[in-house]
């Protein structure tokens, strides 16, 4: 019963094309991030919400728009996708508290040719 | 600008011996030091976190070492184990910032049988 799911787990695609990546959660946390981990394993975080309403919005362009639905889940969309979008992209939550430790998803591997 | 700086970038140990990676940051009021586990094709897992009231926190085979006034700490694993092979990050948070963690670029471990 996985904690936190995200789907798809490859998207290869074209530059220009637009995508969505979607992430659940049944851990009842109320706070859901959005991290990418680039060629070299550095991870950064995107976005973050709580209560569905934006809490975190680091420097990403504005070709990303994270929408959450409910608490339970949080989508990524990508217009005009650019090659150096290829990357992981993780989901994670967490009970939002600062030392509430992070759930991630096993992560999207997003190719783009 | 990196907040967090993790070395080394690779880690080659016999089975049986002693890891370590080592962390270093600059902002002060970072309170709360995470270390994440990563698998390939998984997203990371929290294996064991500290505050800056102690300088040492430890959980089975692995340690913190914790040093406030040279802004350093670092993960320790004994009787390292082919099963300890991944990559780790370090992470560190400020208190009222909501999860917002900056991670080290990460070491990529591997334990030799």
């Known amino acids: 019963d996985t904690a936190v799911s995200q789907t798809p787990k490859y998207l290869v695609t074209q530059m220009g094309n637009d995508k969505s990546i979607k992430c659940e959660q049944n851990?009842?946390?109320?706070?859901m991030y959005w991290y990418k981990q680039d060629s070299k394993k550095f991870l950064k975080i995107m976005f973050s919400?709580?209560?569905?309403?934006?809490?975190i919005n680091e420097t990403v362009p504005n070709r990303f728009s994270p929408k959450s639905p409910d608490k339970a889940h949080l989508n990524l969309h990508i217009n005009s996708l650019e090659l150096g979008d290829s990357a992981v992209y993780f989901c994670?939550?967490?009970?939002?508290?600062?030392?509430?430790?992070?759930?991630f998803g096993s992560g999207t591997q997003l190719s783009v040719l | 600008q990196q907040q967090v700086k993790q070395s080394p970038q690779s880690l080659i140990v016999q089975k049986g011996g002693i890891s370590i990676i080592n962390c270093a940051y600059e902002n002060t009021a970072f309170d709360y030091f995470p270390w994440y586990q990563q698998f390939p094709g998984k997203g990371p897992a929290l294996l064991i976190a500290i505050r800056p009231d102690v300088s040492e926190k430890k959980e089975g085979r692995f340690t913190i070492s914790f040093n406030k006034s040279a802004k350093q700490f670092s993960l320790h694993i004994m009787d390292s184990q082919p099963g300890d092979s991944a990559t780790y990050f370090c992470a560190a948070s400020k208190g009222y910032n909501f999860n917002k963690f900056y991670f080290g670029s990460g070491t990529k471990l591997n334990v030799k049988p």
């Open positions: 851990l009842g946390h109320d706070t």
């Open positions: 919400y709580n209560n569905k309403e934006l809490i």
């Open positions: 994670a939550s967490s009970g939002g508290r600062v030392d509430e430790k992070l759930f």
